[in-house]
């Protein structure tokens, strides 16, 4: 018999597993109907929304496109150069319309993730998964970070009644389990969470387990993505930059890397975890089989009890 708490766990995927990724690369991703498909295929019952625009943005045909296969809507992610004011209206304009999306199809349920405009910084890409306290945010900037993080947050609420978490990343300014504990300490616990994403953590420097259990009272979503020791290493090694370290697969299948998944399942259901597991496998456009790796990812999860 599956554990009651495991059973309240529900597994999706998202359009990044397929190299929909919100960073402007070249090569062809493959279009919503077959990523939807393959992803219930797969085994999964939900999804996030990927792009603004890449899956339908009328509510009517977003609905009626996921009742087909079974699938439910559960995140949407919301890239914002928060350390820089200008960039704030915008943000919160895009957060915003984003959610109204959300909440006419599904309700108040999912969540607006956001995160760091990643892969914008010439420095921070460069440096991906080897970030030192001197790459890090002057506290000027980090004041508008934080401002600008709650500004949007406390709009999304407001407007639409859905809640954000913050998803920290490789190649962002919210890399590090320094910067992530900061950026906590900085903003307001009723109005925003974390959406933990283990494969970012490792890459960044941290214990996933460690951190789930450092930040599980903010922990509002999960990611579970792995990391391949071997090509961090190389990527420290070579001095790749993050684009190449995908490349590369940093972010391997599930179980072919060093995050002990059975742990962090094993704390999620101790901490009384209910919600949304989404896997990520992060691949570029056009990269690796996709359907197979969210196959396997998904088979290797049931040995977690999920």
């Known amino acids: 018999m599956i554990p009651s708490t495991l059973a309240n766990i529900h597994i999706a995927n ?52 996921l009742d087909a296969r079974g699938l439910a809507m559960v995140g949407a992610f919301v890239p914002v150069a928060f350390a820089d ?37 010439p420095s921070r890409t460069r440096k991906a998964g080897r970030i030192t306290n001197a790459d890090g945010l002057s506290e000027t900037q980090w004041t508008a970070f934080a401002h600008g993080v709650q500004r949007v947050a406390q709009a999304v609420r407001d407007q639409t009644g859905l809640r954000c978490v913050f998803h920290h990343h490789c190649a962002g300014f919210i890399e590090t389990p320094d910067e992530i504990a900061l950026l906590l300490q900085l903003t307001d616990p009723t109005l925003l969470g974390l959406c933990f994403d283990t494969g970012h953590y490792r890459f960044g420097g941290g214990d996933p387990l460690e951190g789930l259990k450092r930040h599980r009272d903010r922990i509002w979503h999960m990611h579970f993505k792995d990391c391949s020791p071997s090509v961090k290493d190389q990527s420290k090694s070579n001095d790749w ?47 690796g089989a996709p359907k197979e790796f969210a196959r396997r990812n998904r088979e290797f999860l049931k040995t977690c009890g999920l």
């Open 85 to 121: 004011g200008s960039a704030h209206a915008a943000g919160e304009a895009l957060a915003v319309k984003t959610a109204r999306l959300l909440a006419a199809v599904e309700g108040h349920t999912p969540f607006i993730v956001l995160a760091d405009d990643n892969g914008k910084d």
């Open 241 to 287: 930059d993050y684009f190449e370290s995908l490349r590369h697969g940093v972010f391997c299948e599930l179980g072919k890397g060093d995050v002990n998944f059975a742990a962090v399942t094993s704390e999620l259901q101790r901490t009384g975890y209910s919600g949304w597991i989404v896997v990520e496998q992060d691949v570029l456009p056009g990269m």
């Open 14 to 65: 998202a359009p990044c597993s397929w190299g929909v990724l919100e960073f402007d690369l070249p090569g062809k991703a493959l279009g919503y109907a077959q990523v939807l498909d393959e992803i219930r295929d797969t085994g999964y019952v939900g999804t996030e929304l990927g792009d603004w625009g890449f899956m339908p943005t009328d509510p009517p045909q977003l609905r009626s496109t």
